[in-house]
């Protein structure tokens, strides 16, 4: 399994923004191999982080060959102050089973 993390300080947005924001979501939902999404704000710095999870990084790197994807990385200047995109192998994942989350326990503690 495979993580995305976008981290970004937002400027403005505009319908542009908006309109491709939604596209991109449909086509990360749609594409085979998501598994899901978490998003997180830092409000003492203004961050945002949204972290995508993937089964393979072949199904993270369709999506970000997806024309709709490119396009709006072309314009993220006009959207972001800035943005920071860490892609990690995740080893393990456990917890006490109380809280839902995207990806499927690959270890149970």
Known sequence: MYTSTFTFKKKQYD???YAL???IASLAKAT???LG???WE?????????VYYWDSLEALQALI????HQQA????ANWLDGYQ??????????????LEHPCVEIHRA
Do not use: H, M, W
Not at 42 to 50: C, F, K, L, P
């Open 42 to 50: 830092n409000a003492a710095t203004g961050q945002i982080s949204n």
């Open 32 to 34: 085979p191999g998501y």
């Open 65 to 68: 060959a997806n024309p709709v």
């Open 85 to 98: 995109v860490v892609v990690a192998e995740v080893l393990r994942t456990y917890g006490d089973g109380k």
């Open 73 to 76: 990385k072309a314009a993220q």
């Open 37 to 39: 999404e978490e998003t």
């Open 21 to 23: 924001d939604e596209q």
């Open 15 to 17: 319908d542009v923004f």
